[in-house]
Nanobody, 124 residues
Framework: QVQLVESGGGLVQAGGSLRLSCAASERTFSNAYMAWFRQAPGKEREFVAAIITSRSGGYTYADSVKGRFTISRDNAKNTVYLQMNSLKPDDTAVYYC????????????????WGQGTQVTVSS
């Protein structure tokens, strides 16, 4: 069974940067689509970014983070990353790593495995 463990969250001032990491327990993740979602208090979990294939490294982002966030993966380390720059208070949320099962990359229901989440707080 795939297990995902996020790390790297914390408190940062607006305009700052953080890098989140998601370590997978099994090599099977290298053949999967991996994604980051986030959930702010009182809101639904929303798509942030996905990396599409292990070879081409194709990716897609939510409009709200385009140009500021970068998703990447290191198959040798079984790890996917989310580099977050120019952070805004609206980026405050718990960030989750997920491994895709089937269906649209943008829906939580398409993902079979989830990490426990890491808190990102951006102060103004």
């Amino acid at each position: 069974q795939v297990q995902l463990v996020e790390s790297g969250g914390g408190l940062v001032q607006a305009g700052g940067s953080l890098r989140l990491s998601c370590a997978a327990s099994e090599r099977t993740f290298s053949n999967a689509y991996m994604a980051w979602f986030r959930q702010a208090p009182g809101k639904e979990r929303e798509f942030v970014a996905a990396i599409i294939t292990s070879r081409s490294g194709g990716y897609t982002y939510a409009d709200s983070v385009k140009g500021r966030f970068t998703i990447s993966r290191d198959n040798a380390k079984n790890t996917v990353y989310l580099q977050m720059n120019s952070l805004k208070p609206d980026d405050t949320a718990v960030y989750y790593c997920a491994a895709h099962g089937s269906g649209s990359l943008y829906y939580t229901s398409s993902y079979n495995y989830w990490g426990q989440g890491t808190q990102v707080t951006v102060s103004s």
